[in-house]
């Protein structure tokens, strides 16, 4: 009640992925239109059980926090918090609020090869990447300026298709 929020409340409980997977839903929410505007983000914490439920899978990396080297030897963890608001397009200039940024829109996916890494051939990436363009339906299209169906909109990729969602901060 302190900001006037008025909307749909919800935790999203995806682990490491529940920050992008907040950011999703609040994409799809303000596409449908059940929202013109989300604050969406999340926060990760330290805590001894997660630590512990890491140590036993044995894929803590013993040396320091290293992701993009090909010496690592696992992964290490950290703590972190971030927030946006993201809003349509259309409400942010009816607001004449300043835009920043546009969101290309997001997917999800699981390639369950292993706990902590993909397939290293990158077919689990691959597959994903066709689900993205087959879900891309006719019917399926976004506000005006923007269709989801790549066949139809041949110069540009079903991501840049989704160029809607204004991210502001007013």
């Given at each position: 009640?302190?900001?006037?929020?008025?909307?749909?409340?919800?935790?999203?409980?995806?682990?490491?992925?529940?920050?992008?997977?907040?950011?999703?839903?609040?994409?799809?929410?303000?596409?449908?239109?059940?929202?013109?505007?989300?604050?969406?983000?999340?926060?990760?914490?330290?805590?001894?059980?997660?630590?512990?439920?890491?140590?036993?899978?044995?894929?803590?990396?013993?040396?320091?926090?290293?992701?993009?080297?090909?010496?690592?030897?696992?992964?290490?963890?950290?703590?972190?918090?971030?927030?946006?608001?993201?809003?349509?397009?259309?409400?942010?200039?009816?607001?004449?609020?300043?835009?920043?940024?546009?969101?290309?829109?997001?997917?999800?996916?699981?390639?369950?090869?292993?706990?902590?890494?993909?397939?290293?051939?990158?077919?689990?990436?691959?597959?994903?990447?066709?689900?993205?363009?087959?879900?891309?339906?006719?019917?399926?299209?976004?506000?005006p300026g923007g269709d989801l169906n790549p066949s139809r909109n041949s110069s540009r990729s079903p991501r840049r298709s989704l160029?809607?969602?204004?991210?502001?901060?007013?």
């Amino acid at each position: 009640a302190r900001f006037g929020f008025d909307g749909p409340r919800l935790t999203v409980s995806t682990a490491c992925a529940s920050g992008a997977s907040a950011l999703l839903l609040a994409e799809l929410m303000i596409r449908s239109g059940e929202a013109d505007a989300v604050l969406a983000g999340g926060a990760d914490a330290l805590a001894r059980i997660t630590l512990t439920g890491f140590r036993a899978l044995r894929v803590l990396d013993p040396g320091p926090c290293r992701p993009f080297d090909r010496a690592r030897r696992g992964l290490s963890l950290g703590e972190g918090a971030g927030m946006l608001v993201l809003e349509s397009r259309t409400s942010a200039l009816e607001r004449e609020a300043p835009i920043f940024a546009e969101f290309l829109g997001a997917a999800q996916s699981t390639d369950g090869h292993h706990v902590t890494s993909p397939l290293e051939d990158g077919s689990g990436a691959a597959r994903f990447d066709e689900l993205i363009v087959g879900a891309n339906q006719p019917s399926r299209q976004t506000r005006p300026g923007g269709d989801l169906n790549p066949s139809r909109n041949s110069s540009r990729s079903p991501r840049r298709s989704l160029r809607h969602t204004a991210v502001s901060n007013g």
